[in-house]
């Protein structure tokens, strides 16, 4: 039974930082990829950041990174996303996923939370 549970959402004022967690069980994290999504309202879904299972390797999309990192602790199962310098366009609901592994390839047959609202306004 994969679980992935996210915490830490809420909301903060534009340029204020916030981290979120992601508790997974039910499986190694050395074999899953782990990556954060964000979906707001009338959008698609658009992929944040992702760490590798084989490797490790991190991704981050354009719009985020030199302002969000991603982390792992295998040994608590936990993932991170540190986020800084938020915007309010950063305002979506984020979900974690773990995946086959890579970092490419996304779809519902992976595992996913249930998501966090996280709100960036003055």
């Known amino acids: 039974q994969v679980q992935l549970v996210e915490s830490g959402g809420g909301s903060v004022q534009p340029g204020e930082s916030l981290t979120l967690s992601c508790a997974t069980s039910g499986f190694s994290l050395d074999d899953y990829a782990i990556g954060w999504f964000r979906q707001a309202p009338g959008k698609e879904r658009e992929g944040v950041s992702c760490i590798s299972g084989r490797d490790g390797n991190i991704h981050y999309a354009n719009s985020v990174k030199g302002r969000f990192t991603i982390s792992r602790d295998n040994a608590k199962k936990m993932v991170y996303l540190q986020m800084n310098s938020l915007k309010p366009e950063d305002t979506a609901v984020y979900y974690c996923?773990?995946?086959?592994?890579?970092?490419?390839?996304?779809?519902?047959?992976?595992?996913w939370g249930q998501g966090i609202q996280i709100t960036v306004s003055s």
């Open positions: 996923a773990a995946g086959d592994g890579r970092c490419v390839v996304w779809s519902e047959n992976d595992y």
